[in-house]
């Protein structure tokens, strides 16, 4: 297992961290899978479009209009429910084939730490499988 951190710099964002996994799949190997864990209660981990940043923008816009940050209805106390919401909803993990080395993402495919109660610092896990 191999790890990657991040250090987020506001309440909400979307990291690109696909050259930073990409680094860690060696060339050697052919065939397997690569998984990503987020170990993070309040952060998520997942897979967009790299190519036009309006589509974080899309994103989070919209997770923050249908799960406001402040809602007199949340009882947890740290006053973060809204976090622990979306990272929910997005996830903390993905699986993501190797084929020849490289990750078998699409074309317009990015992977993101996504930060829901930053700034903080975030670390991700990666576990490489052969096949």
């Not at 961290?17 to 052919?30: D, E, F, Q, R």
Request: charged share 20%; aromatic share 6%; net charge neutral.
């Amino acid at each position: 297992m191999k790890e990657i951190k991040v250090r987020t710099s506001s309440k909400d964002g979307m990291h690109d961290i696909t050259a930073k996994v990409k680094a860690l799949i060696p060339s050697s190997m052919k065939s397997g899978i690569c998984v990503i864990f987020c170990e993070h209660t309040t952060a998520a981990v997942t897979i967009n479009e790299n190519a036009d940043p309006d589509v974080k923008t899309d994103i989070l816009n919209n997770l923050n209009r249908l799960i406001p940050f402040v809602q007199p209805e949340f009882l947890h106390r740290e006053g973060n429910s809204a976090a622990h919401l979306k990272s929910s909803l997005i996830g903390c993990s993905l699986t993501i084939p190797v084929q020849n080395g490289y990750l078998a993402l699409g074309c317009w495919q990015g992977i993101y730490l996504c930060e829901f109660d930053g700034p903080r610092d975030r670390q991700v896990s990666v576990t490489l499988v052969n096949s």
